[in-house]
């Protein structure tokens, strides 16, 4: 219900911005509007969610959320709206949906039952992006009905409803034992996770590509509408509704088609999809041609977005999802903001069709790009903690400030193993980095060739704890691997404090 007030406010303040300001550079700037706040406030965003109750970070972002709409509906209604104040109130609330959106999908992962995770993500994957669609459809029946100002006030009835859904949710489940991350540590620490995991930067890379190129057809479908068909808002809404049929079609049918087709297919397909949509949006001008265009554009979106969220959430360890999930919604609201911006300077030198038309052309060509690194849906082992409770390894009490501490394991690898040895010490490498390490180094011994160790630096003992926590289930299976390599039994970990 969140998800698609926000968009039914986003397509409301659209559509007004065509009656208040004609220009498509000012009607592209409501899409800014809306995504620039997840662009600068993202991975704020998702440490708070991490850091703090999700519960209470959801009630304070509807609260506020309810009071711009507030804010928006009074001159909306008197007739006293301008284009700035537009803008700047659809900001207001692009705003609150940011500081929101990765506490919504952490929040839903949280109350997961055991085993249930990935389905979870998959339902909190799939939401938002129905939303992105089907809240804009609703929106424009609405405005054919009763006109932007009433759908400004459904929107306030919305948030009003969300806020009383709110108030039944429990707190959130208990968190592990070691105390939370201060704030600017916690932002290092998602920037570093995202860093050193190869899966996480593939895809990020195809949303970044993706979005900015894509927004262009969101950015102008007004424009499409009013100009080039002659349509009313109903009209507008027709097509809006037909992109929203087919985002449902593809949310019902996505599971099934993870089971048949390799990820790389759908991506591919979907983005190859979603160009010729593009393209063709400046080409037709029959109104039942693109209605049917868009079942298949809406398709495609879903497609796309929904396999490539997913495959970021299932590959991200739990500790730090609500983190990666806010860099996420960062790199898709920033191409979305500066999409606006960009297709909105073209659509005024190029014209609408001409600007769709080379909208089109990068986003194919960006999805064969794409070919190169095929992605894979991660197991719940990549992202579930594992199992047992702290190291107890010291036979002494250590300050939890006390480092920076040097950590060194030893191995003993048989001459014949040596390079399974290290091509398995690299994967352990980006594990120890991901989770807090710096200055990985693994030494061969001069006078004992035989011998091999593993040396990292984190920054504190609390750290090193930390590290520990955030261990998945896949990093304790990689660390039983090379620790198998050892020939000579009893060799646990030394540490040092590094004296400055």
């Given at each position: ?53 999700k519960r209470r970070l959801l009630l304070a972002t509807q609260w506020l959320a309810l009071f711009a709409m507030l804010l928006l509906c009074i001159p909306a209604l008197t007739g006293r709206l301008g284009p700035w104040s ?415």
């Open positions: 219900m969140a998800n698609l007030a926000v968009w039914m406010q986003n397509i409301g303040a659209a559509w007004m911005m065509t009656e208040l300001a004609g220009s498509p550079l000012m009607v592209a700037l409501v899409q800014t509007a809306m995504a620039l706040p997840a662009f600068l406030l993202g991975l704020p965003s998702g440490v708070i969610a991490d850091l703090m109750d537009l803008l700047l109130y659809t900001f207001a609330l692009g705003t609150t949906s940011a500081l929101s959106m990765s506490a919504w999908l952490a929040c839903t992962i949280d109350r997961a039952p055991e085993g249930q995770v990935a389905a979870a993500i998959a339902l909190g994957t799939v939401s938002p992006n129905i939303a992105r669609v089907v809240g804009p459809a609703l929106a424009g029946a609405l405005i054919a009905k009763a006109g932007a100002p009433m759908l400004f006030v459904v929107v306030c009835g919305s948030f009003a409803a969300v806020l009383a859904l709110l108030g039944r949710l429990h707190a959130d489940p208990r968190r592990g034992g070691l105390p939370t991350e201060r704030f600017l540590p916690a932002i290092f620490s998602g920037l570093r996770y995202v860093r050193h995991s190869c899966a996480l930067r593939r895809a990020l890379a195809k949303v970044t590509v993706f979005s900015t190129a894509g927004s262009a057809l969101w950015a102008l479908l007004p424009l499409i509408a009013r100009e080039r068909l002659q349509l009313g808002a109903d009209g507008y809404g027709v097509l809006l509704g037909c992109l929203g049929s087919g985002a449902v079609i593809s949310a019902l049918t996505l599971p099934g088609l993870y089971k048949r087709h390799p990820l790389q297919r759908l991506i591919l397909g979907g983005g190859l999809m979603f160009a010729l949509v593009t393209l063709l949006s400046g080409v037709l001008s029959n109104l039942p041609a693109l209605c049917l265009l868009y079942v298949f554009g809406g398709m495609a979106w879903m497609a796309v977005n929904t396999t490539l969220t997913t495959v970021i959430q299932t590959s991200t360890a739990m500790w730090v999802k609500a983190r990666v999930g806010s860099i996420y919604l960062m790199v898709v609201m920033g191409g979305m903001a500066l999409g606006g911006v960009l297709w909105g300077l073209l659509a005024a030198r190029l014209g609408v069709v001409g600007t769709l038309i080379l909208a089109g052309i990068v986003i194919a060509t960006g999805s064969m790009l794409s070919l190169r690194h095929p992605l894979k849906l991660g197991q719940e082992s990549d992202f579930g903690q594992r199992p047992g409770g702290l190291p107890t390894l010291l036979p002494t009490t250590v300050e939890s400030n006390c480092g920076p501490v040097c950590v060194e394991i030893s191995y003993i690898v048989l001459p014949e193993l040596r390079e399974d040895f290290l091509g398995l010490a690299r994967a352990i490498e980006n594990v120890r980095r991901r989770n807090g390490a710096s200055d990985w180094r693994l030494l061969r011994h001069l006078a004992c060739p035989e011998r091999y160790t593993e040396r990292f630096v984190v920054a504190s003992w609390m750290d090193y704890l930390r590290q520990h926590e955030r261990s998945t289930h896949a990093d304790a299976i990689l660390e039983t691997r090379l620790a198998a390599f050892n020939t000579t039994s009893g060799m646990l970990p030394s540490f040092y404090v590094i004296e400055r």
